[in-house]
């Protein structure tokens, strides 16, 4: 299995409350992923990393800030946590063009807005 | 615009039956396709993939998948079910020359196995 663990795995917050979801990898890989995954929607990508301090939007990043300052560590921001981020939360990493895209994800993080 | 489609939201199947998933894909350029399986609480797992060469492709647990290019599909099938197959399947693309190497992932499909 890949490396990469996710914490927390579980929180409940409060609304409007800022929230820090890490991941962290000891693979060394270049590129990073956040993802949501709810109910009917499959997975969703909010941001992703292809390097140190290299971050960009992904399809549903309003709300989310990131950050990755070490490799191995990626951070996923919500600022002001609303009821609609209630979800649960995957990152994924992934290696070099060799590998031909291949993403492996951590074990997720189920985080609820109350 | 990048898209995958699994049309079954629900697919339920005897132990022993065969089994097939469907997916289908639209994607400008040359596809990299994988299907992933995720168990109850669990993050995904990758199941197999197909970059390029045979279009048959083996994957772990006794699972395997056609690209078709002419119809845009990449179905995930296996002869003989078992009870501990039940689990969400993810059909995602990925496309080359995309240095980002991101992927676009189907809304998944539930399989129930019936003992």
């Known amino acids: 299995d890949a490396g990469i663990t996710q914490s927390p795995r579980h929180k409940v917050t409060e609304t409007g409350t800022p929230v820090t979801l890490r991941c962290h990898q000891t693979?060394?890989?270049?590129?990073m992923y956040w993802y949501r995954q709810d109910p009917g929607h499959g997975l969703r990508l909010i941001h992703y990393?292809?390097?140190?301090?290299?971050?960009d939007k992904g399809e549903v990043s309003d709300g989310y800030s990131v950050s990755r300052s070490k490799t191995e560590d990626f951070l996923l921001t919500l600022e002001s946590a609303t009821s609609s981020q209630t979800s649960v939360y995957f990152c994924?990493?992934?290696?070099?063009?060799?590998?031909?895209?291949?993403?492996?994800f951590g074990p997720g993080t189920r985080l609820t807005v109350t | 615009a990048q898209s995958v489609t699994q049309p079954d939201i629900h697919i339920t199947v005897s132990e022993g039956a065969s089994l097939e998933l469907r997916c289908n894909y639209s994607?400008?350029?040359?596809?990299?396709l994988f299907w992933y399986v995720q168990s109850p609480g669990q993050g995904l797992q990758l199941l197999l993939k197909?970059?390029?060469?045979?279009?048959l492709v083996q994957g772990i647990k006794g699972f395997e998948a056609e690209f078709k290019r002419s119809q845009s599909s990449f179905n995930l099938r296996k002869p003989s079910v078992h009870w501990s197959d039940a689990a969400e399947y993810f059909c995602?693309?990925?496309?080359?020359?995309?240095?980002?190497?991101?992927?676009?992932f189907g809304r998944g499909t539930q399989l129930t196995v019936w003992p």
């Open positions: 994924a990493i992934r290696g070099d063009v060799a590998l031909h895209y291949e993403q492996y």
């Open positions: 197909y970059f390029s060469g045979d279009t």
């Open positions: 995602a693309v990925g496309a080359e020359g995309s240095t980002l190497g991101r992927l676009y």
């Open positions: 994607y400008g350029a040359t596809p990299y």
């Open positions: 990393s292809y390097g140190v301090k290299d971050t």
């Open positions: 693979e060394n890989h270049r590129y």
